[in-house]
């Protein structure tokens, strides 16, 4: 049965769940929620808030199954969910980070920034394995959220312009600068943390 | 052509070879000529060498992940996203108690030390001064002061006005003195003064209180009685009148002329030299 599912696509899997076909779902869910979750964390750099917002996700795409109409492809609907709610919680940090801005708070407006890359649970360091992508990963937590976004879709999930404008809901021009932009900061942010800038060749 | 700030918005597509063949060969051309572009260009690179380093996270927990959904999935009602309201309540909770806890503590701390401030000063001021003895009076002092004179003549124990208005005077001659009347002490008026003590020594009860009546500088003079008066006033017969749509009765004393009428509360006689219009001016203040 699962071999079955397996070979299915996108599309029989989705009109299966929308037939309420559990099973379906959990193929669905196979398929894509290593790369929400990827996505999360690069996005919102903390593991567990990553982890309730993929859950997110999937509760979302489940109630909203009928709603989907199929005018664009499965994968950017759900990288467009995603990155929605990831840009809801970046927000709220972004807020509080301003709230907490003015003198007296400031050990607390530090804080909650160091929290984009640290976690409680201190799990973050464990799932990077190694010291290289941890640096890599604290250095695109410096990059803002905007560029970081882009970044990220292009250059780990492998996205097109054409795919990264739908789901960022911009002009692929836009795509295009804030992808340089975003680069560019990525490059500062890691000579900010003492990498050579030849240290990454092809 | 292009503009050079938009061939330079172009790099990470020509970079990821977004571009198409016109469009590469225009960005080429410039790379030649613009060293600003072709630093950018390398810096761009860079950064892209770098992400393409970026690997994926160790993740094995698909299970639990699987198991959590279905328990969310299980407890929301349709269309309802129980989870993510108790998601967003969590979230709130985690980051905005901090921030309230703090200003809700800030808030206590301060109200508090005011508090304690209050009361210590409290305790530490000197019991109230009394009121300074009003030199100009309106109707209301008037009325006490009759009653105080009163209470006084008769021997009682005037509290509420000495409470009032901090009067310490224990005799009716001590409070003449003390009201400070401001009038010119000319002898008309010491012979109205004369006329007050004549009557409180002839009925023994009430009755003399200054009235600015702000006409002028000008006096009139209030005298306080009990309901139940007499038709006479001393030696002076009371003749019934009419001022300003009133009834009144009037005695002539001498050079003064003096008005008393009935008031809800208390009689009032005015005592007073002024012209007609003036007094029916007074009288409707006072009335």
Known sequence: ???????????????????????????????????????????????????????????????????????????????????????????????????????????????????????????????????????????????????????????????????????????????????????KALRAALAGLGIDENYFRD | MLRHYRLKQRLSAYLDGELSEAEVRTLEIHLQRCESCRRELSAVRQGKCSAQHFGKPAWRDSELLWARLQRARNTAAPGMLLLSASRRWKFALRTSFKARAVWAGATIVVASALLLLHLGLQKGRPEARPRPWPSRAGSAFAIDFGLYLDALSKGQEPHEFERRYGSRVTSYEEAMLQTNFDMPASPRMLSAFQLAEVQTLKSGCCYSVQFNCTSNSRRTIIFQQPRDHPASFGPYDLVPTEVNGRRCFRIDAGDWTVLCWDDEVSQYVVMSQLADADLTRALRYLM
């Open chain 1, 1 to 183: 049965m699962k071999a079955e599912l397996g070979t299915r696509n996108e599309l029989e899997l989705l009109s299966a769940c929308q037939n309420g076909d559990q099973t379906a779902f959990r193929a669905l869910f196979d398929k894509f929620h290593e790369r929400v979750l990827h996505l999360c964390i690069r996005l919102c750099g903390n593991v567990q808030e990553a982890e309730d917002i993929t859950q997110e996700v999937f509760l979302r795409i489940h109630h909203k199954l009928d709603k989907f109409e199929r005018k664009s492809e499965f994968k950017t609907w759900i990288y467009r969910v995603t990155l929605n709610l990831c840009m809801d919680r970046n927000r709220t940090i972004d807020r509080r980070a301003k709230y907490w801005s003015f003198k007296p708070f400031r050990h607390v407006s530090n804080a909650l920034e160091s929290q984009n890359f640290t976690n409680t649970r201190n799990v973050d360091a464990q799932i990077w394995g190694n010291e290289v992508q941890e640096i890599l990963h604290k250095a695109l937590m410096k990059v803002k959220p905007d560029w970081r976004n882009v970044l990220v879709l292009k250059d780990i999930e492998g996205l097109t312009y054409k795919e990264i404008a739908k789901i960022a809901n911009c002009s692929e021009g836009t795509v295009c600068s804030r992808l340089n932009r975003g680069r």
